[in-house]
Nanobody, 115 residues
């Protein structure tokens, strides 16, 4: 079993920045990917950013140039640096990891962008 613990959400003004963290622990032999999805009120969950084991990254078009995903392999931790935040970025952000072909999800952290 793998557990994910997220942190870093909160309230920020438009144009501001936040950094999310997600640490994985448990029975981890190999992490194939880590990343973030988000779900805004009344909308479906959508992918935000993914980082593969080799360091390749992928971003949703809506966050390209503003968000940066990174990973500390030694700590099994993934980060999401979010800059130039917009009200439409308001959502619950969920961390995920792909371990030995199984997906695991965090509990979610709220990000609210509002003046």
């Amino acid at each position: 079993q793998v557990q994910l613990v997220e942190s870093g959400g909160g309230l920020v003004q438009p144009g501001g920045s936040l950094r999310l963290s997600c640490a994985a622990s448990g029975s981890i032999l190999r992490i194939d990917a880590m990343g973030w999805h988000r779900q805004a009120p009344g909308k479906q969950r959508e992918p935000v950013a993914t980082i593969l084991s080799g360091g390749i990254t992928n971003y949703a078009d809506s966050v390209k140039g503003r968000f940066t995903i990174s990973r500390d392999n030694a700590k099994n931790t993934v980060y999401l640096q979010m800059n130039s935040l917009k009200p439409e970025d308001t959502a619950v952000y969920y961390c995920f990891t792909l371990v030995s072909l199984n997906y695991y999800w965090g509990q979610g952290t709220q990000v609210t962008v509002s003046s």
